[in-house]
C-alpha cells in the first residue's frame, strides 16, 4: 500500500526552477505525517536508502547546457516515488556535480594553436596533445610538465576502453543556479525531512580540476605524474551500505549513474558480493546523453548503448533493475 502524493506538488513544476518555500513544505509535511501515523525514520525495522544522483538543473531543466532529453520525465516520476514511498524510505542521499570554469573537460581548459577553445563534444585524444593540436591551458602546480600529465591522462582513459576525453559545455558550476538541485526534488527532500525526522545528505563531487568525477565513489584517474587526484570515497559507501537497500536513480543513465554503479559493484564484490543484492535500480528514472553528431560514431561515445549495456551488466552482477511503479515489497 503506497502513500498519497502531498496537495501541495505540481506536477508541471518538475520542468520549472523556483525558491523553495520551506515554510510551507515543512506545514504541510507536519500535516501530512500527523494525518498518515508517519514514524521516524530511526525507528524503520527495514532500512531503505535512496541515491539521488545528480539530479541538478544543470542535467534536468530544458534549456539547461546539459539537459539530457527525457530528464522530465524521468524526475516526475522518481519525485512521485518518493512521495508514495515517504514512509519506506529512510534516507535520502543527493550527489551534486560540483565544478569550475578550469575542469579538464571544460573549454577555457585547451586551445588550438591559434588559441581557440575547443567547440562542446569535441575528443581529445592522448595524440591530440602528443602532436600539440590541443595545447592545455590548466595547470597544476605539483605538476611542472602538465601536458605530459595531461597525454597521461588521455592514454588512462583511452586504456579503460570505456571512453575518450570529450570537451562538455560548462555545466553545475559552483554558485550558479545550474548547479542547484531540481526544485521540485528539493521539496520532495524537504518534505522527507520534516515527515520522518530525517535531514537529507547532500555529496560533491568533481573538485578535482584535473579529472573527471563521473562516479561520485571516485574520479575516472585517482592518480597523475605519481600524483593521488582522488580517491574512493569510503565513508559515503559505508553509509549508504549500513541500509538494507539501495535505490538508484539520476542523471546521465550512460555516465554518472552508470559510473556510480559500476564502482559500487566493484567495492561490493571486493567487500562481499552478496552486498549487491542490496542494490536497485530506478531503470526509468534515469536517461543517456545524446550522442555527439559524429558520423561514424565512435561506439565509447554510443551513449545509448552505453547505458543499456551497462545495466545489463549490472544486473547480470546480482544487482536489480526495476521501475517506479514496481512495488517496494518485503
Known amino acids: 500500500m503506497t502513500l498519497p502524493i502531498p496537495d501541495l506538488y505540481r506536477r508541471h513544476g518538475v520542468a520549472e526552477v523556483f525558491l523553495e ?14 494525518l498518515h501515523g508517519i514514524r521516524e525514520a530511526r525507528d524503520d525495522r527495514a532500512r531503505i536508502a535512496v541515491l539521488a544522483v545528480d539530479c541538478q538543473v544543470t542535467f534536468c531543466i530544458p534549456g539547461a547546457s546539459l539537459f539530457v532529453p527525457g530528464a522530465v520525465e524521468d524526475t516526475t516520476r522518481a519525485v512521485e516515488w518518493v512521495y508514495r514511498h515517504l514512509d519506506r524510505i529512510t534516507t535520502l ?6 565544478l569550475s570554469v578550469f575542469q579538464i573537460f571544460h573549454p577555457a581548459s585547451w586551445v588550438d594553436r591559434e588559441g581557440r577553445h575547443p ?3 569535441t575528443v581529445i585524444t592522448a595524440d591530440d596533445v602528443r602532436a600539440g593540436t590541443w595545447l592545455p591551458r590548466l595547470r597544476a602546480e605539483s605538476m611542472p610538465d602538465f601536458t605530459a600529465a595531461c597525454v597521461e591522462y588521455c592514454e588512462t582513459l583511452e586504456a579503460s576502453g570505456r571512453y575518450v576525453l570529450t570537451i562538455w559545455p560548462y555545466h553545475a558550476l559552483l554558485g550558479g543556479v545550474s548547479h542547484a538541485l531540481v526544485p521540485t526534488l528539493h521539496e520532495a527532500a524537504l518534505f522527507h525531512a520534516v515527515a520522518r525526522r530525517s535531514d537529507p545528505v547532500f555529496e560533491m563531487k568533481g573538485r578535482s580540476p584535473v579529472t573527471e568525477n563521473y562516479s561520485v565513489f571516485a574520479p575516472e584517474v585517482r592518480r597523475l605524474q605519481g600524483i593521488e587526484v582522488g580517491a574512493f570515497n569510503v565513508p559515503l559507501f559505508e553509509r549508504l551500505m549500513a541500509h538494507d537497500r539501495v535505490y538508484v536513480f539520476g542523471q546521465a543513465k550512460s555516465h554518472c549513474v552508470l559510473f556510480t554503479l559500476r564502482d559500487l559493484q566493484r567495492e561490493c564484490e571486493k567487500r562481499d558480493p552478496g552486498l549487491l543484492d542490496r542494490i536497485w535500480i530506478l531503470e526509468d528514472a534515469m536517461s543517456p546523453v545524446t550522442p555527439p553528431p559524429l558520423d561514424p560514431l565512435p ?30 515489497d518485503g
Open 119 to 121: 567547440a562542446p563534444f
Open 21 to 34: 518555500d520551506a515554510a510551507r513544505v515543512a506545514e504541510d509535511a507536519e500535516r501530512y505525517r500527523g
Open 299 to 328: 561506439e565509447p561515445l554510443d551513449f545509448p548503448r552505453v547505458a543499456e549495456r551497462g545495466l545489463a551488466e549490472l544486473a547480470a552482477a546480482g544487482m536489480h533493475v526495476v521501475k517506479t511503479s514496481d512495488p517496494i
Open 93 to 98: 542521499v543527493f550527489t551534486l556535480d560540483t
